[in-house]
C-alpha cells in the first residue's frame, strides 16, 4: 500500500481504535450491567385477608400494630409497624397525598412544644427519624415512614404516624400510588 492508500487505511485504522477506545472508557462494564440492584429483604409476607377493600389500600391495624397493602383476590402484603403512643393513636381514613425519597423531616408544633431540643428540621440520612421514605397521608401530619429506631418497630411509640422497617417502606413506597386510600382502624 503505497501513497494515499496507505494514508486512508492509516486514518481508517486509527479512527475505529479511536472509537473502540472511547467506547469503552465512557461504556458501564458487562459485570455491572449484568448485575440488577439488589432491593433490601423486606419483612412483608403475603397473607389472606379478609375486606372489602380495592387494590392497593392501606389498612393500618393499631391493635396488632399491623399494616396491609390490599393486593385484591382475597390477599394483602403484611408488614410490621409501629404504632402511635395511646394518647396519640386516631383511626379514620386518608389517602396518600405525597411520596417523599429521602425525606427531609420537620418536626410539628407540639413536638418541638414539649421537646424545646428539636431542630427545625432534619434533612436526609442515619440521623432522620422519618428513615429512606416516607408517605404523607392526607392535609394533616400523619405518614407512613421507615426509622432510624428499627427496635421501635411493633410497638406503641410513636406521634401518631405509622413507622416500618426501611426496607419495608421502601418496598411500599414502590407498591403505593398517590390518592391510594389509607384506612387506620384500632
Same mark, same amino acid.
Given at each position: 500500500?503505497?501513497?494515499?492508500?496507505?494514508?486512508?487505511?492509516?486514518?481508517?485504522?486509527?479512527?475505529?481504535?479511536?472509537?473502540?477506545?472511547?467506547?469503552?472508557?465512557?461504556?458501564?462494564?458487562?459485570?455491572?450491567?449484568?448485575?440488577?440492584?439488589?432491593?433490601?429483604?423486606?419483612?412483608?409476607?403475603?397473607?389472606?385477608?379478609?375486606?372489602?377493600?380495592? *387494590?392497593? %389500600?392501606?389498612?393500618? +391495624?393499631?391493635?396488632?400494630?399491623? !399494616?396491609?397493602?390490599?393486593? &385484591?383476590? #382475597?390477599?394483602?402484603?403484611?408488614?410490621?409497624?409501629?404504632?402511635?403512643?395511646?394518647?396519640?393513636?386516631?383511626?379514620?381514613?386518608?389517602?396518600?397525598?405525597?411520596?417523599?425519597?429521602?425525606?427531609?423531616? *420537620?418536626? %410539628?408544633?407540639?413536638? +418541638?412544644?414539649?421537646?424545646?431540643? !428539636?431542630?427545625?428540621?432534619? &434533612?436526609? #440520612?442515619?440521623?432522620?427519624?422519618?428513615?429512606?421514605?416516607?408517605?404523607?397521608?392526607?392535609?394533616?401530619?400523619?405518614?407512613?415512614?421507615?426509622?432510624?429506631?428499627?427496635?421501635?418497630?411493633?410497638?406503641?411509640?410513636?406521634?401518631?404516624?405509622? +413507622?416500618?422497617?426501611?426496607?419495608?417502606?421502601?418496598?411500599?413506597?414502590?407498591?403505593?400510588?398517590?390518592?391510594?386510600?389509607?384506612?387506620?382502624?384500632?
Amino acid at each position: 500500500m503505497d501513497g494515499m492508500a496507505g494514508i486512508r487505511m492509516k486514518a481508517a485504522f486509527a479512527s475505529i481504535a479511536a472509537a473502540a477506545f472511547l467506547l469503552a472508557a465512557f461504556s458501564e462494564p458487562a459485570a455491572a450491567r449484568a448485575r440488577p440492584e439488589a432491593k433490601p429483604k423486606t419483612n412483608g409476607e403475603i397473607v389472606e385477608f379478609d375486606g372489602d377493600y380495592a *387494590r392497593g %389500600t392501606i389498612v393500618v +391495624r393499631t391493635d396488632e400494630k399491623r !399494616l396491609y397493602y390490599v393486593l &385484591g383476590d #382475597g390477599q394483602a402484603l403484611r408488614y410490621p409497624v409501629a404504632v402511635g403512643e395511646p394518647r396519640f393513636q386516631w383511626t379514620g381514613e386518608l389517602w396518600v397525598s405525597s411520596k417523599q425519597m429521602n425525606p427531609t423531616w *420537620r418536626p %410539628t408544633a407540639r413536638m +418541638r412544644r414539649e421537646n424545646p431540643g !428539636l431542630p427545625v428540621s432534619m &434533612g436526609p #440520612g442515619p440521623r432522620n427519624p422519618l428513615g429512606q421514605r416516607a408517605l404523607y397521608l392526607g392535609w394533616g401530619e400523619y405518614r407512613i415512614h421507615g426509622t432510624n429506631a428499627p427496635h421501635t418497630v411493633g410497638s406503641a411509640a410513636s406521634s401518631g404516624c405509622f +413507622r416500618m422497617h426501611n426496607a419495608d417502606a421502601i418496598d411500599l413506597f414502590d407498591r403505593v400510588h398517590i390518592g391510594a386510600p389509607v384506612i387506620v382502624l384500632q
